[in-house]
């Protein structure tokens, strides 16, 4: 299994971090080592001052594919949730100042929180949903993924182009505006639509 995330998804949260937006989807990878479920708790690293939350809907493919057309390649995924893709910002701007690689800032364990996932059988239109994440009960993000730049059908044919999708593997499609830091003793809580499906307390 391999976690395939994806970049500046959203324009918005291009805009506030002060990004360029990209001609095609940026992608990068996390480690099994990374995922965090079934509600478990997210425990603050000591080598990060500066670690975000990105609320992002999450894919899980059901079949191996490569180079999938367009046409097909919603026969790649047959579930979804939230997740929460964990940002060591403080190192990612380091890595990113020296030209250097930024992975220690996105996949260090325990770096992607997932929900509950859904068949998306459940969902009435997948690219007019909305999802959200609240903190202590407090909405800090919210947003429709009819505003993603690159749709989950685009993104599964670009992402086939370079890695096998395999059975089992997650997609987390990217964050909308809003991210910011978290801090001990908060409670994070993920929705799409209505329905909450995840839930992770910062320690």
């Known amino acids: 299994m391999k976690i395939i995330a994806v970049g500046r998804n959203y324009h ?3 805009q506030e971090l ?3 937006t990209p001609e095609e989807p940026v992608l990068f990878l996390k480690p099994d080592t990374a995922l965090l479920k079934g509600g478990r708790d997210f425990y603050y690293p000591d080598f990060s001052n500066e670690i975000h939350y ?9 079949k191996e594919g490569k ?3 367009k046409k097909f390649a919603q026969r790649y995924f047959d ?4 997740g929460i893709d964990f940002t060591a910002r403080d190192i ?8 250097l690689p930024w992975e220690i800032a996105k996949a260090f364990d325990g770096s992607a929180a997932l929900g509950e996932l859904i068949s998306t059988d459940q969902i009435e239109d997948i690219n007019n949903m909305d999802f ?4 202590d009960g407090k909405q800090v993000q919210c947003d429709n993924t009819s505003n993603m730049i690159h ?3 685009d993104l599964i044919c670009y992402i086939s182009k370079f890695f096998t999708l395999k059975k089992g593997d997650l997609i987390f499609t990217g964050t909308p505006a809003g991210v910011g830091p978290v801090t001990k003793g908060t409670k994070l809580q993920g929705f799409i639509e209505s329905k909450e499906l995840l839930t992770c307390s910062i320690k």
């Open 12 to 14: 918005e949260h291009i």
């Open 92 to 99: 990612q701007a380091k890595q990113k100042e020296k030209g």
């Open 67 to 69: 180079f999938v057309s």
């Open 54 to 62: 990105e609320v992002e809907v999450v894919l899980r493919i059901c």
């Open 132 to 135: 959200s994440l609240t903190i």
């Open 79 to 82: 579930a979804l949730t939230v």
């Open 18 to 20: 002060k990004n360029e």
């Open 151 to 153: 749709s989950f059908e």
